[in-house]
C-alpha cells in the first residue's frame, strides 16, 4: 500500500515562510523514479497545481507561486518538499502532494495516482 504522508502545515503571518513535507512509503512504490507534485485547494474553489518536481529533481511552478516557492526532494529519505516564501492570505488552502503516474510535468489532476490526505495552511493578513 502505498502511503503519501504531508505534514509541516500551520498558521503563519503574511510575508511569513512554510516548509511542508511530503513522505512516501510503500513497498510497491519506487519514489526516485516518481514526478512528485504540490496541489493545493481552497475552500470553494478547485484543487489546483502548485509545482512539480521530476525524478532528477526538475521543478516546475504555477505562475501564482513562482518565484516564492521551491520544491525539492530526497530520494534517500523518500520525501519531498515545499518552501514557501512571502506568504500571501490567498495562499490558504489544504495543500496535497501527488505522484505522477506518468514521466511529465503536468497540472492535471488525473495524471496523479497516489495522493496524500493533505494538510492545511493559513495565511493570515
Known amino acids: 500500500q502505498v502511503q503519501l504522508v504531508e505534514s509541516g502545515g500551520g498558521l503563519v503571518q503574511a510575508g511569513g515562510s512554510l516548509r511542508l513535507s511530503c513522505a512516501a512509503s510503500?513497498?510497491?512504490?519506487?519514489?526516485?523514479?516518481?514526478?512528485m507534485g504540490w496541489f493545493r485547494q481552497a475552500p470553494g474553489k478547485e484543487r489546483e497545481f502548485v509545482g512539480e518536481?521530476?525524478?532528477?529533481?526538475?521543478?516546475y511552478y504555477a505562475d501564482s507561486v513562482k518565484g516564492r516557492s521551491t520544491i525539492s526532494r530526497d530520494n534517500a529519505k523518500n520525501t519531498v518538499y515545499l518552501q514557501m516564501n512571502s506568504l500571501k492570505p490567498e495562499d490558504t488552502a489544504v495543500y496535497y502532494c501527488?505522484?505522477?503516474?506518468?514521466?511529465?510535468?503536468?497540472?492535471?489532476?488525473?495524471?496523479?495516482?497516489?495522493w496524500g490526505q493533505g494538510v492545511q495552511v493559513t495565511v493570515s493578513s
Open positions: 510503500g513497498r510497491t512504490f519506487t519514489f526516485s523514479r516518481r514526478w
Open positions: 518536481i521530476s525524478w532528477n529533481g526538475a521543478t
Open positions: 501527488a505522484a505522477n503516474a506518468g514521466g511529465d510535468v503536468s497540472a492535471y489532476i488525473g495524471d496523479y495516482d497516489y
